[in-house]
């Protein structure tokens, strides 16, 4: 299928450069936005399958695209979110993904010169996954840790397969990363799933549970 895309970002050089990209790779943008108002309006009246939102717009530039990107969730949960950034802001970020993960990425504006990467993150959101900017896993990576999470159980290694998974990445390209055969990704990770305490449930969920545990332990959220 074709999917639906809207824009909202206040440079109009961005927004216009990104919607000929993307009309070129095959996808059908059904609106561009300069602001918040603007994209719920678009998201109302075309139900995209994904908006691409930037954090700061008009009028104040600090998180009209964070609240945006909540009332699409709330009201409109057949759209995905892609929220882009300038800076890495974990905290503007996890007003997100503290509550759910799904259907929602976070990427620094200078991931969109890898068209490939680019798109196949715009796909795995659209289609109910999950993708994090490798710059901001890696600052909470970088962080101490916070209470008695169970993250302090996890080895070296799964931790490494943990802040992977937080980009959305499937075992075979964590495998490929990590050098390492995608059984030895798959042991790690059903050893994750049980230091989590996570139950048997369809795979993709409790991916996303696992990542969602991992941030709030970088960032000290609770539940």
Known sequence: MTLRVAIADD?????????????????DVVGEAAN??????VVASHRPDI?????????????????AAETIRAHYP??????????????????LLGSSAKSLGYLLKER???IEDFLD???????????????????MVSRPGVGDHPIHALSEREKDVLALMAEGRTNSA????????????????RSIFGKFGLRPEPEDHRRVLAVLSYLRSTTGTRS
């Open 11 to 27: 440079s109009a050089l961005l927004r216009r450069g990104l919607s000929a990209l993307l009309t070129a790779e095959g996808l």
């Open 36 to 41: 918040a108002v603007e994209l719920l309006s």
């Open 51 to 67: 908006a691409i939102v930037d954090i700061r717009m008009p009028p104040t530039y600090t998180v009209e695209g964070i609240r």
């Open 78 to 95: 057949g759209t995905g979110v892609l929220l882009l950034s300038q800076y890495v802001e974990t905290e503007n970020a996890m007003a």
């Open 112 to 114: 969109v010169s890898d």
């Open 121 to 139: 993150v715009l796909r795995r959101v659209a289609f109910g996954g999950t993708a994090v900017d490798p710059d901001m896993v890696s600052r």
């Open 174 to 189: 964590i495998a490929a990363v990590l050098f390492m055969g995608e059984r030895t990704v798959e042991a790690h990770v």
